[in-house]
C-alpha cells in the first residue's frame, strides 16, 4: 500500500497538473514518454539486483520492484516536464525573435517610404510657398492668407506623416522616465493658450523617453485644439467653477496612468475611432496626434482606452507601463564627513 497509494496519486495529480499547465498539449505524448522509459527502464535495472541479491521474501522483492518503478516514474516524469518548459521556451523565444525581425523590417521600408513621400512632397511646397510670398508683397489679398494657412498646414500633415511613420519602431532600449519633470516639460514646448495643468503624477516607469514625449504632448496638442467647451454658457460654467476655460490633469491609475480633461469630451461611439490613422474631427481637417498616441502606446506593449472625466470631458488611460520603484533608480550618494 505505501508503493501503490503514491504511485497512483502521482499518475492522477499529474495528469490534473498537466491539464491546468501552460505545457502545451502536444508536449503531452513525449512527457508519457519519459515517464514511461523512467519506469521501465529503473525496473529492469532493479530487477537484475533483485535477481542477482534477492531478500529471500517475494513481498519484500515485490516492494523493492514496485517502489524503484515509482523512483524512475517520477524521475521520467520530471526529466520530461523540463524538457517539455525547455522546448515551449526556445519555441516561444524564436517566435518573438521571427516577430520583431519582422517588425524591424516593416518599421525599416514604411520610414523609408515616408522619408521619400516627405521629401517629394517638401519640395513643390517650398516652391508654392515661395511663390506666394512674392506674390502677397504684391497683393496681401485674403485669398492669398488661406492658401498660405492651406500650406502650413500640408507642411504640419508632413512633419506628423513622419512621426507617425517612426513612432511604431520596436523600442530596444528604455530607461526610468520620471513623470512629473516630463509632463512639465512637454507642456511647456505646446501651445496652451488659456488652458491649465493640473501635474499629480509622482511615479517613475521604464519606457522611451523620446517617444513619451511625443505621447503627452500629442495628448495635451489636442485636448488643447479640440477639447474646448463648445458654447459661451459652457465657458461661463467653467469660469464659475473656479478656473480656465481648460484644464487638463495627468495623474496615475492601477497598471499605469492617465490624461484627462474638462472639455466637450468625445461621444462613445466614437471613442475608438479617433485612435485610427487620419480620423476626421469635428472641423473637417484629419488628425494624426492620436493615431501616432495609438502607435507609441503599442510599441511599448501598452494599452490606451478612450473614456469620459469625471468633468464630463476625455480621459486617455495608458495601462501596462511598468513603474519602477524610486530605490531602483535613486543615484548614491557620498556620506557627509564630519
Request: with cysteine.
Amino acid at each position: 500500500m505505501l508503493a501503490v497509494v503514491p504511485l497512483a496519486t502521482a499518475i492522477i495529480v499529474g495528469g490534473f497538473w498537466l491539464d491546468n499547465s501552460d505545457i502545451a498539449p502536444e508536449r503531452y505524448r513525449r512527457i508519457g514518454g519519459w515517464f514511461s522509459g523512467g519506469l521501465v527502464g529503473f525496473l529492469l535495472l532493479n530487477v537484475v539486483m533483485i535477481l542477482t541479491w534477492p531478500t529471500g521474501e517475494l513481498g519484500n522483492d515485490l516492494s523493492w520492484a514496485m517502489f524503484a518503478a515509482i523512483v524512475g516514474g517520477f524521475g521520467g516524469l520530471m526529466m520530461g516536464i523540463f524538457e517539455a518548459r525547455a522546448i515551449t521556451r526556445a519555441v516561444e523565444a524564436e517566435q518573438h525573435r521571427l516577430r520583431r525581425e519582422a517588425l524591424k523590417q516593416r518599421n525599416e521600408r514604411l520610414d523609408e517610404f515616408a522619408a521619400v513621400v516627405a521629401h517629394d512632397l517638401r519640395n513643390p511646397l517650398n516652391v508654392a510657398s515661395g511663390r506666394l510670398e512674392l506674390a502677397r508683397m504684391d497683393n496681401d489679398s485674403v485669398h492669398l492668407e488661406t492658401a498660405m494657412s492651406a500650406l502650413d498646414r500640408m507642411e504640419t500633415l508632413v512633419d506628423r506623416t513622419l512621426t507617425l511613420a517612426r513612432s511604431g519602431h520596436v523600442i530596444s532600449d528604455t530607461e526610468a522616465v520620471d513623470l512629473a519633470e516630463l509632463v512639465d516639460s512637454c507642456w511647456e514646448a505646446v501651445p496652451t493658450a488659456d488652458a491649465t495643468l493640473e501635474n499629480e503624477a509622482t511615479a517613475v516607469i521604464d519606457a522611451d523617453p523620446d517617444r513619451l514625449r511625443h505621447l503627452f504632448e500629442n495628448l495635451f496638442r489636442n485636448s488643447v485644439e479640440h477639447g474646448s467647451t463648445s458654447s459661451q454658457s459652457e465657458s461661463e460654467d467653467a469660469i464659475e467653477r473656479g478656473g480656465a476655460y481648460l484644464t487638463i490633469r495627468v495623474g496615475e491609475m492601477a497598471g499605469g496612468f492617465y490624461v484627462a480633461d474638462n472639455g466637450s469630451g468625445i461621444p462613445p461611439a466614437k471613442r475608438d475611432a479617433v485612435l485610427d490613422d487620419g480620423y476626421s474631427t469635428r472641423d473637417g481637417k484629419g488628425g494624426l496626434g492620436l493615431a501616432i498616441v495609438q502607435r507609441i502606446v503599442e510599441a511599448h506593449d501598452w494599452e490606451i482606452d478612450v473614456t469620459e472625466s469625471s468633468e464630463g470631458g476625455t480621459r486617455f488611460e495608458i495601462t501596462g507601463a511598468d513603474r519602477i520603484d524610486e530605490d531602483d533608480h535613486t543615484e548614491p550618494t557620498t556620506p557627509v564627513q564630519s
